[in-house]
């Protein structure tokens, strides 16, 4: 007798070491007034917005996988970094290191909101973080940076170890698709949609996942950055990559990918109109609270798809809230009426 598909997909996960700086599984919300507003049947909020790690998020159910690694090798640095300065995977790793018992560097670039003390910086400085503000808009002199900082601590006695959101990364949200899976059999239903804020890696998992459990979920990415490549090279390599991980028969086909761009504008970082007005509605509807970089206009394209048509009447849709509530301090000008 073969194993379920569940069976498989739960002992795979399981053999992959974690460590322990988020909580999941994480709730599964149903939003009705909210479905009500959008005209659809059902919608949840999968909250991975309360994972824990100074407000939560994504990232901290990605460092569960990120940071064995780094306990196996006794590390007593982390060294994080790569994304603007209101970076919530920067904010994570700070309160993963403390809980940890690790010193933490982060290297970021100068970007929007990086001279306030606001928001993710805020909590940067709270958590004890050494906070290294690079200006530069080039990722690959951020990661050099790091890189070289490491050799600089490892020529101190130091034993750094380098954050990298890849392969393993991809795994948690394989993890994150079964606890949506089986959350929604509980309830006796099934999603027709998934919402998430995605560049691909986040996206890639929850595709992984939704192709071994044959949910049938139509998974949408929407990005926060802006590509001159295909939209979904990113999804379509890191599913690759997450299934050679975990050893799984899938291929996802990458002209089954759907990540957007539509809703960036005015560009990453910057508040939008819809974005704005995705963050009211679910606040006043639900009393669930939005981020204006990421979740904010993953909503707002839902709303949009919804208006459009897109979702119908008998839709059954699963938003995955990736957290970034920090940020909203250092948007409040743009986002009070």
Sequence with gaps: MTDSPESLLAERIAAIPTVSVAKVPTPLDEAPRAAAALGIERLWIKRDDLTGLAFGGNKARKLRYELAPAVAERA???IAGGGVSQSNHARQCAAAAAQLGMRCVLVLRNGPRGGARQG??????LLGADLRLLETES?????????RLADELRSAGRRPFVVELEGLSVVAYVECALEIWRQLRALDTTATHVFVAS????QAGLLVGSDILETGWVVVAVRPHPTDGDPRDIAFEQARLGSKLLDLPVEIPREAILNLQDFIAPGYGVVSDA???AIHMLAR???VLLDPVYTAKAFAALTAWANAGRLGHDSRVVF???????ALFAYADELVE
């Design 139 to 147: 990722p690959d002199e951020t990661l050099a940076e790091m890189d």
């Design 120 to 125: 993710n910086v805020l909590l940067d400085d």
């Design 285 to 287: 509807t639900e009393g």
């Design 275 to 277: 974005g704005r007005d």
């Design 320 to 326: 995955v809230h990736t957290g970034g509530l920090p």
């Design 199 to 202: 560049d691909g890696g986040t």
């Design 76 to 78: 007593d640095v982390l």
